[in-house]
């Protein structure tokens, strides 16, 4: 397995994720699209040149799954039983297309399960960065992870 079990994980531990990922107009429109966000911010060039930031910003929901999504391989392939929830979902700054993201996470918290023994929980904070190093997206998630077998 490619994830780390329960007992691999230690609070403290920060895992750089490779590779990144750059972000394309098919992604984010067609997430767009997927999830029925009519935004133009996302999807309108011309609605967009009049906006803020001058352009298209990428939606950051996508952001935010393609961060947890370079952090799979690492840390819970195989080995994790489910999410249980994610909190402070933070962007301080916007993803554009053509932005490439590089993930980082830290185990922020790890604690044995109360109703079922056989697994144990884990927190992680999953950190985005763009290609020039600023944060993202940050945020949260617990996870119900394997421990290793007996």
């Known amino acids: 397995m ?7 994980l230690s609070v ?6 490779q590779p990144g990922r750059t972000v394309t107009e098919t992604d984010n429109l067609l997430f ?12 309108d060039a011309e609605f967009s ?59 922020v918290e790890v604690r044995e399960s109360r109703s079922r023994p056989q697994w144990g929980i884990a927190t992680f904070e999953h950190r985005g960065r763009n290609q020039r190093g600023e944060i993202v997206v940050r945020a949260r998630r617990a996870a119900m992870m394997r421990r290793k077998p007996a």
């Open 32 to 43: 767009t699209a997927l999830t029925m966000n009519l935004q133009p911010l996302h999807l």
């Open 12 to 17: 403290g531990l920060v895992v750089q994720h």
């Open 2 to 8: 490619a994830g780390k079990y329960f007992e691999e």
């Open 49 to 107: 040149k009049g906006a803020e930031f001058g352009q298209r910003l990428v939606n950051s929901i996508f952001t935010l799954g393609l961060v947890v999504g370079l952090s799979v391989g690492d840390l819970t392939l195989g080995t994790t039983v489910g999410n249980l929830g994610f909190e402070k979902v933070e962007f301080p700054r916007p993803v554009f297309i053509g932005d490439t993201i590089y993930a980082e996470t830290e185990v």
